[in-house]
């Protein structure tokens, strides 16, 4: 257990829905850290959040936002959903959000669009 | 450009095979990190470890040893007597120090150890 944890566990949804995925860090850790994982597009690094703020962005869309809360919790947003975005999306955590950190996944939610 | 190599997609071994994963990496930093995370059947990431490029031993954990070659850009992975719990699919990532924080992961490499 990474002590990184993520609700829910599944979701199944419609073309053109939006859904909320959630993350709570390691107790102690301070940055956010989304990827989605699909079978086409291996891991991809989506966004991360330090202390509330953003502090690096990848491959994310523009239909899909982010933010960290003062409670240090994580919410990804995916909007106007399409079938391509079925995919497995992790959440990690690290203590400082520097390179140097390890960072520590949780579960995963995976998310069926239909 | 940073990547991350696993050139290997699946391997198949027998139980209490040694098996070794290949990864090749590249980048232009000279200080960046190197780390491997296994992800079961159940699908969690499971960080095993991490080395930053200084540091050049080779570690060994229980029934896991890493050797890392500068000299080859290369980071490999070795399970000595794999048991059918070592099946998973494991990636390779890497972290540069000057970099935006983010990993970049390899493919990942299927390991399927069969009784």
């Known amino acids: 257990d990474s002590g990184v944890t993520q609700t829910p566990k599944h979701l199944i949804t419609a073309t053109g829905q939006r859904v909320t995925l959630r993350c709570s860090p390691r107790?102690?850790?301070?940055?956010v850290y989304w990827y989605q994982q699909s079978l086409d597009q291996g891991l991809q690094f989506l966004i991360q959040?330090?202390?509330?703020?953003?502090?690096a962005k990848g491959n994310i869309l523009e239909r899909f936002s982010a933010q960290q809360f003062p409670d240090l919790h994580s919410e990804l947003n995916l909007s106007s959903l399409e079938l391509g975005d079925s995919a497995l999306y992790f959440c990690a955590s690290s203590a400082t959000g520097t390179s140097t950190d390890t960072q520590y996944f949780g579960p995963g939610t995976r998310l069926t669009v239909l | 450009a940073q990547k991350v190599t696993q050139a290997q997609t699946e391997i198949s071994v027998v139980e209490k095979e040694d098996v070794t994963l290949d990864c090749v990496y590249e980048?232009?930093?000279?200080?960046?990190?190197l780390f491997w995370y296994k992800q079961p059947p159940s699908g969690e990431l499971v960080f095993l470890i991490r080395r930053n490029s200084f540091d050049e031993q080779n570690e060994i954990s229980g029934r896991y040893s890493w050797n890392f070659q500068k000299s080859t850009s290369s980071f490999n992975f070795t399970i000595t007597a794999s048991q059918v719990v070592d099946s998973a699919v494991y990636f390779c990532?890497?972290?540069?120090?000057?970099?935006?924080?983010?990993?970049?992961f390899g493919t990942g490499t299927r390991l399927k150890v069969l009784a």
């Open positions: 107790s102690g850790d301070l940055s």
């Open positions: 980048t232009r930093d000279t200080t960046y990190y």
């Open positions: 990532a890497l972290s540069e120090a000057s970099g935006t924080y983010k990993y970049i």
């Open positions: 959040y330090y202390n509330g703020e953003e502090r």
